[in-house]
């Protein structure tokens, strides 16, 4: 009884396996004429006219064809028509097809249509069961987003991908794309970018190593040497770079760097955020900022610096705080914070704020630096003011008081009014540069005038009171008005800082062809010193 019942399951577990095996045969639809006959020794029948085979929802169409069913195998000859479902179709002109592994290898003016996409080659293989054909002999790819080429691709219908290789371009009315290697998924649009990729759209010139790009919203997040040209205006690289087209937003990751030729502003930093439409940048984590101008350059340096523009006026509003230095030309200046805003051409310094010009060190609780056609102007002190020229390691000129007001003429000290119980030393000296005394004054005002960087003469107002002291009878350390500080140290830091910015301002250019994109590789600058490492 048990054999009974064993013999009945194989048989039925045999006519199951029959029955699928005869499904997967390629049969016969239709065909003007049948004959039986030997292809290189190998059985077959051989198909003559409007012949028409199957295989589940594979059809194929062709003029004549040959037919080998011990291995389940057929070519196609004359024009040959390959079906699969409603949306995908296929032409050519010889095709052979394996029903085991429902591979098609079509050859001669291979046109496939899936749905949008429309295919055209000299030879493809397409694999019905997977539903995955690749070419290596260069495809043209239509679609309505565009035409896509490459000498070498694997299309993937199921997940509408294609995968390419050698010679790869993007093309449509806003885009022109070149590049050695990509992913292309045509229902999202987005090109997965995996070797040097050079992108053209009519407001960016795009280059970059690795990343990806979205051909319809112009999102892109690229990685390795990234380079961005705005509106042949705002030029961006960085190690990595994301930008989103919609919000006009992006952000830059480790050694980024912003060129604007039109805001005439450079900014570097390891991390930095910007908002195109406002204007807005936020640089972070050793950021520089430089504004070029005619004959010098001024620059920035803090733990963080950001700038924006006015929606109103589209003037800007410039922040920088946390250990703030700064230096155009032979004007230095430190301090914890520091505001700028354009509409009153004003620099505000604020905590602990120390301006050097050329010899001579000026602090104070809070400074105004005036501006006029973006050339400096005046300064104002207020609150223990205080002007100090270091003679030599012991000795020290000093002017003093409650406010001063500074005026700068060609980019140097004209001269500077102390205000208010002002004080002064003044160190004398013999045409030998030899000194003779030291002059020590009170009044309600002080005058400054400056020459080639150097006091030239002092104008005491309103009840001077004073005395010259003999050198034999000075003493250094008693010649030091309340509240004096040499911060020569401080000056040497900031200038430390911008020690290594020479090259940085030289502009880098993408050339601007729309069909042969060729990028103009821009100067590298040192990397600013930062503890994050570069990935």
Not at 178 to 192: C, E, G
Not at 528 to 534: A, D, F, R
Request: aromatic share 12%.
């Amino acid at each position: 009884m048990k054999r009974s019942l064993l013999c009945l399951f194989f048989y039925f577990l045999l006519a199951e396996i029959q029955l699928v095996t005869a499904q997967d045969k390629v049969e016969i639809k239709q065909a003007a004429e049948l004959t039986y006959d030997k292809l290189s020794g190998i059985p077959a029948r051989r198909l003559i006219g409007n012949v028409i085979l199957a295989q589940k929802d594979v059809l194929l169409y062709c003029d004549s064809a040959w037919l080998f069913e011990e291995t389940n195998r057929a070519e196609c000859y004359g024009f040959v028509r390959i079906t699969q479902g409603e949306k995908f179709s296929g032409t050519c002109g010889f095709l052979s097809y394996d029903g085991n592994s429902r591979q098609a290898i079509m050859d001669s003016n291979v046109n496939l249509v899936d749905g949008e996409t429309t295919l055209t080659t000299n030879r493809l293989e397409y694999n019905t069961a997977t539903k995955i054909g690749y070419y290596n002999s260069g495809a043209v790819i239509k679609r309505p987003d565009g035409t896509l080429t490459s000498k070498r691709g694997t299309y993937n219908s199921p997940l509408k991908t294609f995968f390419f290789r050698e010679k790869v371009t993007i093309d449509n009315a806003e885009l022109a794309l070149r590049s050695d290697s990509l992913n292309y998924q045509t229902d999202t649009k987005r090109a997965d970018l995996l070797s040097f990729t050079t992108i053209v759209t009519p407001d960016s010139r795009i280059k970059t190593e690795r990343g990806w790009y979205n051909t319809k919203s112009k999102d892109m997040y690229l990685y390795q040497n990234p380079e961005v040209l705005f509106d042949s205006t705002q030029f961006i690289r960085a190690d990595t770079l994301f930008y989103q087209k919609e919000t006009d937003r992006g952000y830059g990751k480790c050694f980024v760097h912003v060129f604007d030729s039109v805001q005439k502003l450079a900014v570097w930093a390891d991390d930095i955020r910007f908002n195109r439409k406002s204007g807005r940048i936020l640089a972070s984590q050793s950021p520089y900022m430089a504004f070029p101008g005619e004959e010098d350059t001024l620059w920035l340096q803090a733990d963080t610096l950001w700038r924006e523009q006015n929606p109103k006026d589209s003037s800007t509003v410039l922040r920088a705080w946390n250990k703030v230095n700064g230096f155009q030309e032979k004007l230095i200046f430190s301090c914890d914070s520091l505001t700028y805003v354009e509409k009153d051409s004003v620099f505000k310094f604020y905590t602990e704020p120390i301006i050097f010009s050329d010899e001579y060190q000026i602090t104070g609780k809070f400074m105004e630096l005036f501006t006029r056609n973006k050339e400096l102007d005046k300064l104002l002190v207020h609150e223990e003011a205080f002007m100090l020229k270091t003679e030599d390691s012991l000795r020290y000129s000093q002017v003093k008081g409650r406010e001063a007001t500074a005026r700068i003429e060609n980019k140097k000290m004209k001269n500077i009014l102390m205000e208010g119980n002002a004080e002064s030393i003044y160190w004398l000296k013999d045409e030998q540069k030899k000194y003779i005394g030291a002059n020590t004054l009170q009044c309600a005002e002080i005058l400054v005038e400056m020459k080639e960087g150097q006091a030239d003469q002092l104008h005491f107002f309103k009840k001077p009171d004073g005395k010259l002291i003999p050198f034999k009878k000075t003493d250094p350390e008693s010649l030091k008005l309340k509240g004096m500080k040499a911060e020569s140290n401080r000056k040497t830091l900031a200038l430390k800082q911008f020690s290594h910015v020479g090259d940085w301002l030289k502009k880098p250019v993408l050339i601007e062809k729309k069909n042969e994109l060729t990028p103009v590789k821009p100067v590298k600058p040192n990397k600013p010193t930062s503890k994050k490492k570069k990935r």
